[in-house]
């Protein structure tokens, strides 16, 4: 298990980001068909892991759970950019997920929200937890935290204390 950082800590990082949530929804009537929506071993860890290892893709981080996984994206053009480039692996699963899934009543669902952060448009907390979702980011550092949210808030937004 990850080192843990005893007290309070938040995130921080520069500039404008992305953060995207994705999951499925599962079909236990058909759970083969289901896994081969979602990519099989090919699917989503897949997909997150080559875009980890391009620092250029714009990927920052992910938190990879069930039944949301919550990515972090430099900016939208990135995301946007790697889910359409046929050269990686998201383009043609989304494209055989649609083929499948156009034919089969029973092809797993899935969901995603995008939320556009502005520059200090954001908090988190962690209390003695390893290293975790926007703290674990390309670029993000842990500090210590403020006591409260609208304390994170205003450090985060560099407005002065009163």
Do not use: C
């Amino acid at each position: 298990m990850a080192e843990r950082h005893k007290g309070r800590w938040t995130a921080e990082i520069d500039g404008d980001f992305v953060v995207f949530l994705i999951g499925p929804l599962p079909s236990p009537r058909h759970p083969v068909a289901w896994f081969r929506d979602l990519g099989g071993r090919r699917g989503m860890k897949h997909m997150l892991d080559q875009a980890m290892a391009d620092p250029d893709s714009g990927l920052l981080g992910y938190t990879f759970g069930f039944p949301v996984i919550v990515q972090y994206w430099r900016s939208f053009e990135h995301l946007e950019a790697y889910a359409s480039d046929p050269g990686l692996s998201h383009a043609p699963a989304r494209k055989q997920y649609w083929q499948r899934a156009s034919r089969h009543g029973y092809a797993a669902g899935i969901w995603h929200e995008t939320f556009l952060v502005r520059a200090g448009e954001y908090e988190a907390v962690y209390g003695n937890m390893p290293g975790f979702g926007l703290g674990t980011a390309r670029g993000s550092q842990l500090v210590r935290a403020g006591a409260s949210a609208r304390d994170r808030l205003r450090r985060n937004r560099k407005e002065p204390t009163s």
